[in-house]
């Protein structure tokens, strides 16, 4: 080997190859982590900055010496550690500042394009320090003329990786490959920065020992327990995103659904608000019938001798038109509550009845005529009564609405089906019906056919009724009216009381 001639050197094509596996499994890994910094507030987001920092920075720092393992002189190679570590830190600062700058609201050309100078600096400057750890029996030579280029190549490269990493960090759900693609193009700027850099280098023999203090060699087992243990950070970093995505998501479905329940209360509300009289006049029934009940059995006890016979039917009968009454306001508030559903084995018949009972005022002063078909056996749904209730409230009353304008006879017929697995329930009225339009949009929140409607009950109904695995339909029934349909999964009570 002479002096000042430059020394041969070559690469390890399979760390060469594991280099660029790093750098883009620690591209996919910044992605994600600028996606949960994004989103996070607070100490959560410093947290997640933190760990992004220190996963990133291993990532980038440990592509780079995987990259200088592959990289072979003819004579033995060691590293200054402290310089290593002195790379890391470097590493770390480029990778907070990188994910500080794609988590931000926007991010203009204008400050990534100033942000990828500051970042392509700082990889630069990663690069030349781990360079400046080696230590072996020459010298390198930095040669500017290729120096400049690569380090405008890595601004470059900073440039793409940025927008990137901004473009793709909140990714739709479903969208991973669209990630991988974006990993993978800065996977290769990355490498593409470190194999430039070592172009602009060139290795010349020296005659004297190297200083080897503070030094350590690397053997190729070596080499690969650092990637190793790299793979393994960067995959416990996109390991705990997807998990704190999960979690998010979790939330974000309970929040909904209490929001749910709280829309649909407030639709029940309404609801009964608009039935006040109706509700009135069905509690007037039985309060009047106990009081004349009562006011007999005392007349029949005062006589003599007492009509004992007739003072006690009297009196069952005022028991009777107790409990009676004692129901309808149980339903009443049962609707009013605001709590979270409880599933369980519902007859749907029995749910028609039980709305039936609490509109009937209503049906008369509509001039309606009611006509039940109901399904014969059973019809249970696993569900809850109130929720369902409120659906079947909702339709019947829309149907008298959509009556009230007409002069041809006032019908309405409510049937219930077993087909199959399935209960099917029908409101069907002798209205004028839905246009093709309105059929279109009436189950879309706040559309509406009426003039002081808000339009969100029968969207809330859908939701109810999907909500139970089912499916809430319209048609034009043959009669040129309207049909609501809704039909549920059936429930086996047999196995289901044997089970309990």
Request: a positive charge.
């Given at each position: 080997m002479q002096a000042n001639l430059p020394m041969t050197s070559s690469y390890d094509a399979l760390q060469v190859a594991l280099s660029v596996v790093i750098a883009v499994s620690a591209s996919y890994a910044a992605l994600d982590l600028a996606g949960r910094v994004t989103v996070a507030?607070?100490?959560?987001?410093?947290?997640?900055?933190?760990?992004?920092?220190?996963?990133?920075?291993i990532g980038i720092w440990a592509m780079h010496y995987t990259g200088m393992f592959a990289f072979r002189l003819p004579m033995a190679v060691s590293y200054?550690?402290?310089?290593?570590?002195?790379?890391?830190?470097?590493?770390?600062?480029?990778s907070a500042y990188a994910l500080m700058l794609v988590s931000r609201r926007r991010m203009g050309r204008i400050y990534a394009l100033l942000g990828s100078i500051v970042l392509g600096i700082g990889m630069a400057g990663l690069h030349h320090t781990g360079m400046r750890a080696l230590r072996f029996?020459?010298?390198?030579?930095?040669?500017?003329?290729?120096?400049?280029?690569?380090?405008?190549?890595?601004?470059?490269?900073?440039?793409?990786?940025?927008?990137?990493?901004?473009?793709?960090?909140?990714?739709?759900?479903?969208?991973?490959?669209?990630?991988?693609?974006?990993?993978?193009?800065?996977?290769?700027?990355?490498?593409?920065?470190?194999?430039?850099?070592?172009?602009a280098v060139t290795f010349l023999p020296f005659p004297s020992s190297p200083v080897l203090s503070h030094t350590i060699s690397v053997s190729s087992f070596g080499a690969l327990g650092i990637s190793t243990v790299t793979l393994l950070v960067l995959g416990l970093a996109v390991l705990s995103c997807e998990v704190d995505r999960r979690f998010e998501e979790?939330?974000?479905?309970?929040?909904?659904?209490?929001?749910?329940?709280?829309?649909?209360?407030?639709?029940?509300?309404?609801?009964?608000?608009?039935?006040?009289?109706?509700?009135?006049?069905?509690?007037?029934?039985p309060l009047s019938a106990i009081t004349l009940n009562a006011s007999a059995s005392l007349q029949w006890l005062s006589m003599e001798p007492p009509k004992l016979v007739e003072a006690r039917q009297a009196l069952s009968n005022v028991l009777r038109?107790?409990?009676?009454?004692?129901?309808?306001?149980?339903?009443?508030?049962?609707?009013?509550?605001?709590?979270?559903?409880?599933?369980?084995?519902?007859?749907?018949?029995?749910?028609?009845?039980q709305v039936l009972s609490l509109v009937a005022s209503e049906l008369t002063k509509a001039g309606v005529t009611v006509k039940t078909e109901f399904a014969p056996g059973t019809t249970y749904v696993r569900g809850d009564r109130v929720q369902l209730q409120q659906v079947l409230l909702n339709l019947v009353v829309n149907a008298i609405e959509a009556m009230s304008g007409t002069n041809a006879p006032r019908d309405l017929l409510i049937k219930t089906e077993n087909i199959g697995d399935r209960v099917v329930v029908q409101v069907e009225d002798s209205g004028p019906g839905l246009d093709a339009i309105q059929a279109k949009h009436v189950f879309e929140p706040f559309y509406t056919t009426k003039s002081k409607g808000l339009g969100m009950g029968l969207s809330i109904s859908r939701s109810i009724v999907e909500n139970h695995g089912g499916h809430l339909s319209t048609r034009r029934s043959p009669s040129h009216g309207t049909i609501f349909e809704f039909t549920l999964p059936a429930a086996n009570v047999l196995d289901e009381k044997a089970a309990s």
């Open positions: 507030r607070g100490r959560l987001q410093l947290i997640w900055l933190l760990g992004g920092t220190i996963s990133l920075g200054h550690w402290p310089t290593v570590l002195l790379s890391l830190l470097v590493g770390m600062l480029c029996s020459g010298v390198s030579h930095f040669n500017m003329h290729r120096m400049i280029p690569s380090v405008l190549l890595t601004i470059g490269f900073s440039f793409a990786a940025l927008w990137l990493g901004f473009l793709f960090r909140d990714e739709p759900k479903g969208m991973v490959w669209r990630k991988l693609g974006g990993a993978a193009v800065m996977g290769a700027a990355i490498t593409g920065m470190h194999y430039t850099g070592m172009k979790r939330k974000l479905e309970l929040a909904l659904s209490q929001a749910q329940v709280e829309v649909a209360h407030l639709g029940r509300v309404g609801m009964l608000g608009e039935l006040a009289a109706s509700i009135a006049h069905e509690v007037n029934q038109e107790a409990n009676r009454a004692s129901e309808i306001i149980a339903r009443i508030r049962a609707m009013l509550k605001k709590v979270t559903p409880e599933r369980a084995l519902v007859d749907a018949n029995e749910v028609v009845g």
